[in-house]
């Protein structure tokens, strides 16, 4: 089992920034790390993903030229980099990691705010 723990979340800004950090447990036989977000009353919405060689898989349209992310292998970290935040981004994040033979594993999420 692969556990996944997100931390960097808060209360923040129109216009203002934050960064998302998802610890793993492993990298081991992951293929892709993602991030997806949800707020109330909404679907799940896939932000961003980035394989095991560091190619950008995803980008929602809507976070396009603002968010950006990265991962870290001697951390076993994949982080988000979240600029010029909207309102429209307020939601819980989640970190995301599939691995091979369909497995996939996620994190508790983290809430992220965005309110002036």
């Known amino acids: 089992q692969v556990r996944l723990v997100e931390s960097g979340g808060g209360l923040v800004q129109p216009g203002g920034s934050l960064r998302l950090s998802c610890a793993a447990s492993?990298?081991?036989?992951?293929?892709?790390m993602n991030w997806y977000r949800q707020a109330p009353g909404k679907e799940r919405e896939l932000v961003a993903g980035?394989?095991?060689?560091?190619?950008?898989?995803n980008y929602a349209d809507s976070v396009k030229g603002r968010f950006t992310i990265s991962r870290d292998n001697a951390k076993k970290t994949v982080n988000l980099e979240m600029n010029s935040l909207k309102a429209e981004d307020t939601a819980v994040y989640y970190c995301n990691a599939r691995a091979n033979w369909g497995r996939s594993y996620w994190g508790l999420g983290t809430q992220v705010t965005v309110s002036s």
């Open positions: 980035i394989t095991s060689a560091g190619e950008i898989t």
């Open positions: 492993t990298f081991t036989s992951i293929t892709t």
